[in-house]
């Protein structure tokens, strides 16, 4: 089983600002890592896939980076929308998920 | 447009058994194209994928889970479906289904059911 750490668990930001979060694989995934954006009461959001290709409708602002074991989200400028819990998503081996980063409003 | 609905009920006791439905709209399980799967989100916490079936039922599951999931499939109703025995409150969560592409990430999901457990 491929393990999917996050870090930090809560990230406080301010409006505005940019945001960098992490996830990090027990063995490589190679580019087989997905983001996912969640909202209260709201199945998760696709933002990206392939570590670094935005989804449909995706701002700009989102970006994604890395391979192997080691990615990287990237919120460049936090708009007020933006304030939520971002999951990484692995699939090179069935699916596994990282416990999820907050990301909270500074 | 891609609809899948769950379906169920929304409170099991311990130690029975959770049947869970799935209704997919918009795209035909029979095609062969997909896999089809369960995902839960325990309240407050992470996500954890239960396991997937194709239109032949060939299934796959997570090894924490496999051995009290069964998931089959019915394509004369365009339907698939999860049973979970052995119920306790760590199975309490938000129940949700999802096409699995083969070799790839979840790309359409229902909306969720929540399932309690509780006598």
């Known amino acids: 089983e491929i393990v999917m750490t996050q870090s930090p668990a809560t990230l406080s930001v301010s409006p505005g600002e940019r945001a960098t979060l992490s996830c990090r694989a027990s063995?490589?995934?190679?580019?087989?890592l997905a983001w996912y954006q969640q909202k209260p009461g709201q199945a998760p959001r696709l933002l990206i896939s392939?570590?670094?290709t935005r989804a449909t409708g995706i701002p700009a602002r989102f970006s994604g980076s890395g391979s192997a074991t080691d990615f990287t989200l990237t919120i460049s400028s936090l708009q007020s929308e933006d304030f939520a819990v971002y999951y990484c998503q692995q699939y090179n081996n069935w699916h596994s998920f990282g416990q999820g980063t907050k990301l909270e409003i500074k | 447009q891609l609809q899948l609905l769950e379906s169920g009920p929304g409170l099991v006791k311990p130690s029975e058994t959770l049947p869970l439905t799935c209704t997919v709209s918009g795209d035909s399980i029979s095609s062969g194209s997909h896999y089809w799967g369960w995902i839960r989100q325990p309240p407050g916490k992470g996500l954890e994928w239960i396991g997937s079936i194709n239109n032949r039922g060939t299934t796959y599951y997570n090894p924490s889970l496999e051995s009290r999931v069964t998931i089959s499939v019915d394509t004369s109703k365009n339907q698939f479906s999860l049973e979970l025995t052995s119920m306790t409150a760590a199975d309490t969560a938000v129940y949700f289904c999802?096409?699995?592409?083969?070799?790839?990430?979840?790309?359409?999901w229902g909306q969720g059911t929540l399932v309690a457990v509780s006598s």
């Open positions: 063995q490589s995934v190679s580019s087989d």
């Open positions: 392939g570590a670094s």
């Open positions: 999802v096409r699995d592409p083969i070799g790839s990430y979840p790309d359409y």
